[in-house]
């Protein structure tokens, strides 16, 4: 295997350097040609990945957070380079929903065992998103979640992980209030006034829980959970009801399947691809039916997929 392993170090909560290069080492040792980039900026994420599928690598290694999968994503779409991930970020949603290692008690045989997944696993091609001109793989926020994302420091991140997003989380909802705003899924228009929507491909939402429960990453759809209301009552009360994974029955949500959706609101709202902002609203969403390869474990949960492997 031709590979590109690209490598973000402001992904996580440590420098995983040496961890992965005897990570490389490895998929070496088993006739992988890998060579190896360290770095940060996002835009020269997508350009190294982009190159690389241009060059004929048959595939590139993301290994950082969501964030830096979503930037590899955005350089391989529409091509036959596959996606592999080494887990290395704060939150790991993409690994922990396919099923692939994750540790940060034991970083190195964690990531050795991600590079198993690797050596041993399947292709298989799934959907993605799309915003503008960009792809995400597993989900798109609008309102609430986007406006923590673009406030939560990195800082903090660095130090204490996920309970960031979450300290973060609390001070935003504290004054954040609900937004008329008009969605429109495949020509049908809806208005209401939310807290946040969120546009699923994958069914796990930051890796903990599954907010749009019967998405699927190759059914050529994408999939629309609306949080009604406003003020940080109803913001609580959908945290509980999503937590306790029963906000599917809640009388404030609303859940839409399409290929497009344009959603717009009386003032601008933030956008987030995979936890990467992303912009503001007025925003058109698509599908881009299998248009990435990904390698997965063989026991990636079939709950995900429409097709067979």
């Not at 597993?138 to 979450?166: C, K, P, Q, Y």
């Not at 503001?280 to 990904?294: C, D, H, N, Q, W």
Request: net charge negative.
């Amino acid at each position: 295997m031709k590979t590109r392993l690209i490598y973000n170090p402001r992904a996580g909560q440590r420098d995983l350097t040496h961890d992965l290069l005897a990570t490389r080492d490895y998929l070496a040792a088993h006739g992988w040609f890998v060579d190896w980039f360290v770095e940060n900026d996002a835009h020269r994420i997508t350009e190294l990945s982009r190159e690389a599928a241009q060059a004929g690598y048959e595939v590139v290694i993301a290994s950082g957070g969501d964030g830096t999968i979503s930037r590899v994503v955005n350089g391989l779409a529409r091509t036959n380079t596959a996606l592999g991930v080494l887990p290395a970020g704060t939150g790991n949603a993409w690994a922990q929903e396919m099923g692939i290692p994750v540790s940060k008690v034991f970083t190195r045989r964690a990531l050795l065992e991600a590079a198993d997944v690797l050596l041993q696993g399947e292709i298989r091609t799934v959907d993605l998103g799309t915003a503008g001109e960009n792809y995400f793989l597993m989900w798109a926020g609008v309102g609430f979640d986007a406006r923590v994302t673009e406030e939560v420091s990195w800082e903090l991140r660095r130090h204490i992980g996920n309970l960031a997003t979450w300290i973060t989380g609390v001070q935003v909802a504290r004054e954040y209030p609900g937004t008329p705003a008009t969605i429109t899924v495949d020509g049908k228009v809806y208005r209401s006034q939310f807290i946040l929507t969120v546009i699923g491909n994958a069914q796990s939402y930051a890796g903990s829980v599954r907010m749009t429960p019967i998405a699927r990453l190759d059914d050529g759809l994408l999939d629309v959970c609306v949080f009604k209301g406003k003020g940080f009552a109803d913001t609580l009360k959908h945290l509980v009801n999503v937590l306790s994974q029963t906000h599917m029955i809640s009388p404030d949500v609303e859940y839409y399947q399409g290929e497009r959706i344009h959603i717009e609101a009386e003032e601008p709202l933030p956008v987030h691809l995979d936890g990467d902002a992303m912009g503001y609203t007025p925003m058109e969403f698509g599908i881009a039916p299998k248009s990435l390869r990904v390698i997965l474990p063989h026991n990636a949960p079939e709950r995900l997929f429409i097709s067979q492997p």
